[in-house]
RNA sequence: GCGAUCGUAGCUCAGUCGGUUAGAGCGCUGGUUUGUGGUACCAGAGGUCGUGGGUUCGGAUCCCAUCGGUCGCCCCA
């Protein structure tokens, strides 16, 4: 007979299991548990979207022409024929129920979601094809203020979670007007000097020059850093709405760093554009990004509204911060044959009810159920064994020190261990006796 | 799409100028201790050396191909 082969995971999938050393999927949740709380606090209401959208969404927002339309999202056609793609973003979704929902009556929205976002990259440090976002948005408010919120939200958020070693890198593409003009200025720049361009940067002048900016080919570094910035082209609207937000931050407390050198690829973006970087992630260095996308709702067939927002990889982020403390449970209950197990089922039971982490083995001898109970980190034993239950007692023994103690189990709940009354009192508390016994 | 690098036990890895039965630590199972863990000691299970082909008397080791992981380039919404 063929042996059965297990299919493997899907390339750039993952897989994280709690309780493990390198607590990842603690990590993982902590990042979002921390999103969850901050983005209360200014007052961010969670919105959900599909995963999967006509992939007109997304063609329509990135505009059809792009490497990232033709062959990095993962689009399919379903039964009935449509085409359909996995979300490899938040903001396009999230725009596209925006206007068929009718959430206009709702702005200015502030909005936050996260989950899983679907790229067919090659995987690498901090990529994947399926990967996890926060998303944090504000849609239908053109004043910089929205700018400043969702900085300060970012801030606050890198902030809570501990990461070190972020900064904030912003940068301004200006109006419609400043940034044509900015890009004209630079495309004439880039030509005089095409000869000392690399290859791939030449090819960029013809697709997307702004990208040249950021190149990490040494050979490009001297034309891009002698570039002309884009301060000569703002119109006097960009530059007090830049002044504005930068303001807005020295207000709030937020560290900043002007990168003249950040743009984004794509037309709809305006004026703020920002990235929290790190060197700590290799290749990946960005761990938080946004800007305003004034351009976008309407590239969808909307009315022409302002909005601005960010994402950040949920994996990068996990990767960041501190190992949390590995979950350990309060009490093991370990009983010895039958008719302790039951009496030990009642009292396990009522421990859960009581709001303390307890936990009992399905099988094993004594010795196993403690080494169990050890590995767990259990604080705490009940054991119950023929001696006990003839008494209606349990002993209770203290795993950190090794004491251990008789008492009966009605009294379970203030049982006085020697020494600790108030742990085994807190860890107890709640404890109903009466229901432990009649079961 | 391109490049580099690595695939040996459940995990982390050693072993390669080609040479008998492929090793360690951790983990797992059992024992020292038939009702007492965290330390210690003893024993045991577990491997088509990623896969396929080639060179050779002989391949985990050398060559080719292929698949997969990792890292980087491209791209980055």
Redesign the pocket.
Same mark, same amino acid.
């Given at each position: 007979m063929a042996?059965i082969e297990t299919p493997?995971? @899907?390339?750039?999938t993952?897989d994280m299991l709690g309780g493990t050393p390198e607590a990842f999927q603690e990590r993982f949740a902590h990042v979002i548990a921390t999103f969850d709380r901050v983005r209360r606090l200014y007052g961010f209401n969670r919105v959900e979207v599909p995963v999967f959208e006509a992939t007109a969404v #997304?063609a329509r927002?990135?505009g059809e022409s792009?490497? @990232?339309?033709s062959?990095?999202?993962y689009t399919f056609e379903d039964r009935g024929g449509d085409s359909i793609t996995l979300r490899?973003?938040f !903001?396009?979704g999230i725009c596209r129920a925006y206007i068929t929902e009718g959430w206009q009556q709702y702005a200015p929205l502030k909005v936050a979601t996260h989950g899983p976002l679907f790229?067919?990259? *090659?995987?690498? &440090?901090?990529? #994947?094809r399926q990967f996890h976002q926060l998303d944090a948005e504000i849609i239908g408010a053109g004043e910089p203020g929205a700018d400043v919120e969702l900085l300060v939200l970012g801030d606050q958020l890198l902030r809570e979670l501990g990461i070190e070693g972020v900064t904030l890198t912003l940068n301004t593409l200006g109006d419609a007007q400043s940034r044509d003009a900015w890009r004209a200025a630079l495309i004439a720049h880039f030509e005089a000097h095409r000869d000392q361009l690399s290859e791939?940067?030449i090819?960029?002048l013809a *697709?997307?020059p702004l990208?040249i900016l950021?190149? &990490?080919?040494p050979r490009d570094r001297p034309v891009a850093d002698s570039a002309p910035g884009i301060d000569a082209y703002l119109t006097d609207e960009a530059r007090a709405f830049f002044e504005k937000v930068t303001a807005g931050l020295d207000a709030a407390g937020v560290a900043w760093e002007r990168n003249a050198r950040l @743009?984004?690829?794509?037309d709809y973006?305006r004026h703020t554009a920002f990235e929290f970087v790190t060197d700590r992630?290799?290749?990946?260095g960005?761990v938080l +990004?946004?800007g305003r996308y004034d351009g976008l709702i309407e590239n969808l067939g909307g009315p022409a509204t302002p909005a601005v927002g960010w994402?950040a990889g949920i994996e990068r982020l996990a990767m960041l911060v501190d190992m949390p403390e590995r979950a350990s449970i309060d009490v093991a209950v370990i009983p010895?044959g039958e008719a302790a197990e039951a009496v030990a089922i009642g009292i396990i039971a009522d421990l859960r009810r009581a709001g303390i982490v307890a936990d009992m083995g399905y099988r +094993?001898?004594?010795?196993?159920r403690?080494?169990r109970?050890?590995?767990q980190g259990?604080r705490m034993?009940i $054991? $119950?064994?023929?001696?006990?239950?003839a008494q209606g007692e349990v !002993?209770v023994?203290?795993?950190?020190? +090794?004491?251990?103690q008789r008492c009966k189990i009605e009294a379970l709940g203030d049982f006085p261990l020697a020494g600790k009354a108030s742990f085994v009192e807190s860890l107890l508390r709640g404890f109903d006796p009466s229901k432990a016994i009649a079961n």
């Amino acid at each position: 007979m063929a042996k059965i082969e297990t299919p493997r995971p @899907v390339r750039g999938t993952q897989d994280m299991l709690g309780g493990t050393p390198e607590a990842f999927q603690e990590r993982f949740a902590h990042v979002i548990a921390t999103f969850d709380r901050v983005r209360r606090l200014y007052g961010f209401n969670r919105v959900e979207v599909p995963v999967f959208e006509a992939t007109a969404v #997304f063609a329509r927002s990135l505009g059809e022409s792009t490497d @990232v339309v033709s062959k990095e999202m993962y689009t399919f056609e379903d039964r009935g024929g449509d085409s359909i793609t996995l979300r490899p973003e938040f !903001t396009a979704g999230i725009c596209r129920a925006y206007i068929t929902e009718g959430w206009q009556q709702y702005a200015p929205l502030k909005v936050a979601t996260h989950g899983p976002l679907f790229r067919y990259e *090659r995987p690498q &440090k901090g990529r #994947f094809r399926q990967f996890h976002q926060l998303d944090a948005e504000i849609i239908g408010a053109g004043e910089p203020g929205a700018d400043v919120e969702l900085l300060v939200l970012g801030d606050q958020l890198l902030r809570e979670l501990g990461i070190e070693g972020v900064t904030l890198t912003l940068n301004t593409l200006g109006d419609a007007q400043s940034r044509d003009a900015w890009r004209a200025a630079l495309i004439a720049h880039f030509e005089a000097h095409r000869d000392q361009l690399s290859e791939e940067s030449i090819d960029r002048l013809a *697709r997307n020059p702004l990208r040249i900016l950021d190149s &990490k080919d040494p050979r490009d570094r001297p034309v891009a850093d002698s570039a002309p910035g884009i301060d000569a082209y703002l119109t006097d609207e960009a530059r007090a709405f830049f002044e504005k937000v930068t303001a807005g931050l020295d207000a709030a407390g937020v560290a900043w760093e002007r990168n003249a050198r950040l @743009v984004r690829g794509l037309d709809y973006y305006r004026h703020t554009a920002f990235e929290f970087v790190t060197d700590r992630l290799g290749a990946q260095g960005t761990v938080l +990004g946004g800007g305003r996308y004034d351009g976008l709702i309407e590239n969808l067939g909307g009315p022409a509204t302002p909005a601005v927002g960010w994402a950040a990889g949920i994996e990068r982020l996990a990767m960041l911060v501190d190992m949390p403390e590995r979950a350990s449970i309060d009490v093991a209950v370990i009983p010895m044959g039958e008719a302790a197990e039951a009496v030990a089922i009642g009292i396990i039971a009522d421990l859960r009810r009581a709001g303390i982490v307890a936990d009992m083995g399905y099988r +094993g001898n004594m010795k196993k159920r403690m080494q169990r109970a050890n590995a767990q980190g259990s604080r705490m034993a009940i $054991i $119950i064994g023929d001696d006990e239950l003839a008494q209606g007692e349990v !002993t209770v023994r203290d795993l950190t020190d +090794g004491t251990q103690q008789r008492c009966k189990i009605e009294a379970l709940g203030d049982f006085p261990l020697a020494g600790k009354a108030s742990f085994v009192e807190s860890l107890l508390r709640g404890f109903d006796p009466s229901k432990a016994i009649a079961n």
